[in-house]
């Protein structure tokens, strides 16, 4: 028996509150960061790396927190579950779901670790180079997962970046279960090409197993599996998934499905200023769409959308009302 | 005797965190707001407005601490002293000062009360209303003022709306004690015309006895001496200051000294997007040119520089560094 319908997309991530700065690649060499990538970090790494940092600032972020605020932005509606601390900026990222409409599901609590943070340093070029301490949102385990909102979402949406945690693959793998048991869809992003690097026996199994739809980048999709050529790559997702959108920078993204590979351009934007935030806006405009059944190639121009919003201003979450975009 | 000269400029103010958040007219008005003002609330109905609002940002904030990190970013010395809490956003706080080298005396810990913010609306025209829960900044009294670090500015700079609390007012006069027992100059700014309408005879007592530079705006001036025309009220604040630097909007400022009255220009702004900082900005270009000696006409240039920058981006601290302006 199937769960009432409550929310087009729901979302489980790390629950992280973004601290923003602005730095030379001179900053980037001298702290041995790798550009464009998400590092994990330690408390004192975090603390050195923030000292060394200019003034920034705290907006809420999460890559599937961000998607889940996107499909809200449109006007769909969504829900989110991951960890977050009795602290202020717990309250903070709390505050920042629920003020676009997103239910929040935070788990249980869990002691005196803090909230998660993502040090973001975004370069002159508009890339952003992350370096996260995930504090309480690491304890994100099955017993956080709440099956009745699983159950609640036509398509569940998750981010590899939990895949850097046994605790949060067994999380993954039951939400994925639950939705499947529901008839729900099951979507993950790859979100970062060296976590795919990492774990990358898991995710193949994964995609293989329990994904219907899978975003991700080229580089994260060639890391998958292991070739040089996109267009191998591309074969090979075809054939592990029923649907996978390949964003391709700024020439938009790729659609691949049992009917065929279909580019869609991207939406030109006038100065970017800040990328992040901009994969995760994608996969929320073409959520948003999916879940109003339209065609694949209407879902990626929505993305598109998304995507140019964010990356038009600093910050991982719209400034404006991405259904105000829509014409 | 005098101590060594460490800074051009000392602030002294209540230490925040501003939350900021974009709303329309209509919100103002259903939470009867004062627009453009800046009210004191307490942690009840701070909740309540933080619960109203929408997404919000969060960055470091307080008057006289913007002021300073301005004073840094034109290249000048600064120092602060203000209260936070050993909270997370106490220690954003700090980072934000010591990431620009403004020097920052915190003050004695003061148990459990966290750290003040204030939670900022910004209209569609630009314009801010502030609602301060003060915090632990609000316990501020004349032991958290450091003496030498007083001693060793060439101008102290105190923040009016620490006269809504007769502890910060009493640090305030003792503060300006010491800086001119040491030969500093002392100057304040009105902040609010309503913060001066509640205390409009202790700080025309203050303006007579303690303060060498004022400033503040043409609505502020007019309250601080209950008159009607402005050409009064600057022939009223000519006979009360050694020198008054008045704003008045888009049209720029007024110098008001012994040698006379001079208006100096605005710099043009292509789009206001927030009002929030322009005051405190403008004080800090106008202090680091007299820190200089640079002419009275050229402090209010830079003053008007500074302004222009913070107010065509959100936020309320520069988002570049001030002397990359100069020519």
Redesign the interface.
């Known amino acids: 028996m199937s769960a009432a319908l409550k929310y087009d997309v729901v979302g489980v991530g790390n629950a992280l509150v973004d601290v923003i700065?602005?730095a030379d690649d001179g900053f980037i060499t001298r702290y041995e960061l790798v550009k464009g990538s998400m590092t994990l970090v330690d408390t004192d790494r975090a603390l050195f790396l923030?000292?060394a940092?200019?003034?920034?600032?705290?907006?809420?972020g999460g890559s599937a927190a961000n998607t889940m605020?996107g499909v809200a932005s449109f006007g769909g509606t969504a829900a989110y579950i991951g960890k977050v601390s009795n602290?202020?900026?717990g309250d903070?990222f709390g505050?920042?779901l629920?003020?676009?409409g997103v239910q929040f599901r935070p788990g249980r609590p869990d002691g005196e670790t803090?909230t998660g943070r993502c040090i973001i340093v975004v370069t002159p070029d508009a890339e952003r180079t992350m370096n996260t301490y995930l504090g309480v949102s690491s304890l994100l385990c099955t017993d956080d997962i709440h099956d009745e909102t699983i159950a609640a979402g036509k398509v569940l949406y998750m981010e590899g970046y939990l895949y850097d945690r046994p605790e949060a693959k067994d999380a993954f793998r039951h939400a994925a279960r639950v939705a499947h048991a529901h008839g729900r869809q099951v979507s993950l992003t790859l979100s970062d090409s060296f976590c795919v690097d990492r774990h990358r026996t898991d995710f193949r199994s994964l995609v293989t197993d329990e994904v219907d739809i899978l975003f991700g980048n080229e580089t994260e999709l060639l890391s998958l599996y292991e070739v040089q050529s996109f267009d191998e790559a591309v074969a090979l997702v075809q054939r592990d998934c029923h649907l996978a959108v390949i964003t391709v920078g700024a020439e938009g993204c790729v659609i691949v499905s049992r009917d065929g590979v279909r580019p869609v351009p991207a939406v030109p934007v006038e100065r970017v200023l800040d990328t992040t935030g901009a994969g995760d806006l994608f996969a929320a405009g073409f959520l948003f769409g999916y879940t109003r059944d339209l065609p694949l190639h209407e879902c990626a121009k929505l993305g598109a959308i998304a995507a140019a919003e964010v990356i038009s201003h600093v910050?991982p979450?719209p400034?404006v009302e991405l259904k105000s975009l829509l014409s």
Do not use: F, I, Q
């Open positions: 700065s602005h923030y000292r940092l200019g003034t920034a600032v705290e907006m809420s605020t602290d202020e900026l903070v505050h920042d629920r003020a676009v803090p910050g979450r400034l």
